[in-house]
């Protein structure tokens, strides 16, 4: 018999006519949900802008800074001469490059000296885009600083307000300007971290007194200015710390009264006239071994200010060494090494007289000595 499946089947209509029904409510009621809105027409006109308003009074004076002293800020790409293993023709390349600024209207240029060292030739772009060949002028490696001269019309030559480092606060607002990794005329800003900062020279010497900034301070950026929130030189940026490379928000510039008075004496004599007493002292590893605490005197030379002074220098008798005069202070200031001797004495002049505190035989005594000038 053929009955049982017509009758399934015809019980399987009711319930495919309900699954229909219902699946047809939920597209209904979700169709709405479930498709994407249709695309609006694309506007035939652009959006319109909303007004800015004013400056800030911070980004204001960031701006009027950059403004000013821009164009006394310069570019400096050092050379060296290369000669080729095989054909051994001589050519020039590129070796560093660093910033500086623009220091009179003579064409002089201030920057680092770790950045023209042992360069060949060095070419100087000014914020015009005009390229000029720098001429040394003079150098002082113990403070980082070099002086060269280029031969750009006045019109070129935009100078920069000289402010004053020794009124400097820790917090003030600065501004750093220069061409970190060649990018020309980028300026950071940041405050004065700290001050009364010391670091070390290319020389080994120990810079005291140097301004600790957080202004972003990269390769490239050395040898340019420090600018105060008025656009005033408060310093030259001259190192980083980093164990990366880069820059961590610890940088350092010689500060601006150090440079006023080392450029007009490079400018003037191609040096800096440095002051001294005219003795050869005891290497730090010799004074240790002897446990001398200050600066041994090993030789006095004849005719010096030290001799005239009365100073003595070691002196050997027979297998005995007698230890000259040991200097422990100059004018009150204590004195442990040679260093320390020689930046005290480099903020006096020639003609000065100092006091010297000296331990001789086992006694303190004090000496005057008129200051010479040294080599």
Same mark, same amino acid.
């Given at each position: ?131 000029? &060949? ?141 002051? $001294?007493? $005219?003795? &050869? ?12 605490? $200050? ?38 200031? $204590? ?30 005594? &004090? ?9």
């Amino acid at each position: 018999m053929r009955v049982a499946p017509l009758a399934r089947s015809a019980r399987r209509v009711p319930i495919l006519l309900l699954l229909t029904i219902i699946l047809g409510g939920f597209w209904w009621f979700f169709q709405d949900r479930l498709m994407p809105p249709p695309l609006a027409e694309p506007s035939e006109e652009p959006r319109a802008v909303t007004a800015r308003g004013d400056f800030t009074a911070a980004e204001k004076t960031a701006i009027e800074v950059f403004r000013s002293a821009s164009p006394s800020v310069l570019f400096v790409t050092t050379l060296e001469l290369r000669r080729d293993l095989f054909s051994l023709n001589i050519y020039e390349l590129p070796r560093g490059t660093g910033s500086g600024f623009i220091w009179d209207h003579q064409g002089h240029v201030v920057t680092n000296y770790h950045v023209i060292e042992n360069a060949s030739r060095v070419q100087i772009t000014l914020a015009d885009q005009s390229s000029w &060949t720098g001429r040394v002028v003079g150098v002082a490696p113990d403070k980082d600083l070099a002086v060269l001269k280029i031969d750009a019309p006045v019109a070129n030559l935009a100078l920069l307000s000289l402010g004053d480092s020794t009124n400097l606060v820790v917090g003030q607002q600065v501004f750093a300007i220069g061409n970190p990794f060649g990018l020309d005329q980028t300026m950071t800003s940041g405050i004065v971290s700290a001050l009364g900062r010391e670091i070390r020279a290319v020389t080994g010497r120990t810079i005291h007194g140097v301004i600790q900034t957080d202004a972003a301070i990269n390769p490239g950026n050395s040898g340019g200015p420090l600018l105060d929130s008025a656009g005033r030189l408060i310093g030259v940026n001259t190192a980083i710390y980093s164990p990366g490379g880069g820059s961590a928000g610890i940088g350092f510039a010689m500060p601006v009264n150090v440079v006023n008075r080392v450029v007009p004496e490079i400018i003037r004599y191609g040096r800096i006239i440095q002051p $001294g007493l $005219g003795i &050869t002292v005891a290497h730090e590893q010799l004074a240790r071994q002897l446990r001398v605490d $200050g600066v041994l005197i090993v030789n006095v030379r004849p005719g010096s200010a030290a001799e005239q002074g009365g100073l003595r220098g070691s002196r050997q008798i027979g297998n005995q060494l007698i230890l000259g005069d040991i200097i422990v202070a100059v004018a009150g200031r $204590g004195v442990r090494d040679f260093d320390e001797l020689r930046n005290i004495l480099d903020k006096l002049r020639v003609g000065d007289t100092v006091e010297l505190t000296i331990m001789r035989d086992g006694a303190k005594i &004090t000496v005057n000595v008129v200051l010479e000038e040294v080599g």
